[in-house]
């Protein structure tokens, strides 16, 4: 019932991202059940793509079929050297890096008979947390691997803080620790860091890391294995759904692209279908040590129809848009001045106006609401309010709605990710305004699968 359309799922649990590119193709892995009966005993699940909308699923790439990976193969990355691909994977009890190499069609993937390729933590180190191996290839022409960790005694505290250790490679088999490239307190980087990813963007590289809470990233300088941040932590998605981003350097289209895990909200996670993968987007640096967040330009192959394209004045009377329904949608909201006053957009309303999920721009306030007070009637559903501060002049609202699954991308620099839960008829829209006639651009269309 709450399965999405044109998000990346699978047919039971699906968790995290690491994404990838070759022979052009785009390859997607994400953690999902070895079995349905034990769910934390992870296996990597493989859709591939040739233009970034359309997917099929593969074969399980790899499952916890030996000692050292017996209760899960967890997070990891994807390298690609002289046309073969390297997975590289964490196993847990106790935890260790593991590498499983793969045919150049990616459909066979082989442990490395070594295994563990990293077994032990860094002796000199007190740590949590010994995960998520995030490999690339360097200016440099060598192999670089990123571990997510908690170190305690950090920063003249007892408490634990969040860091990253880094390790080289010349052949990706064999690794050498070279120490802790990136470390931040408690306050700002919580307790330990999760799936940390690294790219280079513009003038400037991103690290950008989950810490067990919303991601962040920031902005610096990778010198001599140590990330030298020019910005404090800076908030990635303000919704409450994204998790496990993966950076991936798109060199055929001159792009990094990010794909993440959407999870699901309140007591969600108990349904059949469970998860899915984030819209792919690009990023790019702007000014003020900012990021620019776009849809990738493929999903514009995903629209179905065109239901509105137009300027209106949106006023006090409910705007029904053309008395459209739907639960899979894009729209794309528009206003080309300082305005004051209030919009109300209601969409997934049903009949009796008791269900409908909601965004109220404040002009006047510069802030933004995803309201869910009233999005579901199931039990269990979180019913919480999001909210954002804004830059309302010349404000554009970007969305995508999927059934379950809200995207939002405002002014194309701050993103909100969310889940709602109405029931399958809560498929009207009202769009209107309070105390003020405001004119505003409305774009609307339906969306068709991302299956092939």
């Known amino acids: 019932m709450y399965k999405p359309k044109y998000h990346i799922t699978t047919k039971g649990f699906l968790q995290n991202s690491m994404i990838t590119f070759f022979e052009k193709e785009y390859h997607i892995f994400f953690l999902t059940p070895n079995n349905d009966k034990e769910r934390n005993y992870h296996a990597w699940g493989h859709v591939r793509s040739k233009n970034l909308i359309h997917w099929k699923e593969d074969n399980i790439a790899i499952k916890p079929d030996k000692e050292y990976d017996k209760y899960g193969c967890w997070n990891g990355s994807v390298a690609i050297k002289d046309e073969t691909p390297y997975l590289f994977y964490t196993g847990i009890n106790p935890e260790s890096q593991c590498l499983a190499v793969g045919d150049k069609n990616f459909k066979k993937f082989e442990k490395y008979e070594q295994n563990p390729i990293i077994k032990n933590r860094p002796e000199e180190l007190n740590i949590t947390g010994f995960r998520d191996p995030y490999v690339w290839l360097d200016k440099d022409k060598k192999w670089k691997m990123i571990l997510g960790c908690g170190i305690h005694g950090i920063i003249g505290t007892h408490y634990s803080g969040g860091g990253v250790l880094i390790y080289e490679s010349s052949n990706l088999y064999s690794w050498e620790y070279k120490g802790v490239m ?41 010198k001599n294995n140590s990330f030298e941040s020019k910005t404090s932590a800076k908030r990635l998605d303000y919704g409450d759904c994204f998790y496990a981003p993966s950076l991936l350097k798109d060199e055929l289209n001159n792009r990094t ?41 493929e999903l514009t192959n995903l629209r179905s129809e065109s239901i509105i394209d137009k300027k209106i004045i949106i006023d006090s009377k409910k705007n029904n848009l053309n008395n459209f329904e739907s639960n899979t949608f894009e729209i794309q909201l528009s206003f080309f001045k300082n305005n004051s006053g209030k919009i109300i957009f209601n969409f997934c309303k049903n009949k009796n106006y008791d269900e409908y999920t909601s965004i109220i721009i404040d002009f006047e306030n510069s802030n933004l609401e995803l309201s869910r007070l009233k999005s579901s009637s199931k039990e269990g559903s979180d019913l919480s309010l999001i909210e954002t501060k804004i830059s309302t002049s010349d404000l554009k609202i970007h ?40 004119e505003a651009e409305v774009k609307l269309w339906t969306m068709s699968s991302c299956k092939i």
Request: charged share 20%; net charge neutral.
């Open 182 to 222: 990136f470390k931040r307190s408690l306050a700002e980087g919580g307790f330990y860091f999760e799936t940390p990813n690294y790219s280079n963007i513009g003038d400037l590289d991103i690290l950008m890391v989950s810490p067990n809470a919303p991601v962040v990233y920031w902005l610096g300088k990778l």
């Open 399 to 438: 969305m995508y709605v999927d059934v379950s699954v809200i995207e939002i991308f405002l002014n194309y620099e701050r993103i909100i990710t969310s889940r709602i839960y109405p029931n399958s008829d809560s498929k009207s829209f009202e769009l209107y305004s309070v105390n003020k006639d405001i």
């Open 257 to 297: 692209l990010l794909s993440g895990w959407i999870s699901e909200a309140g007591e969600n996670h108990k349904q059949k279908n469970f998860g899915c993968i984030a819209l792919p987007k690009v990023i790019s640096l702007k000014e003020n040590f900012n990021l620019n967040i776009l849809p990738a330009k």
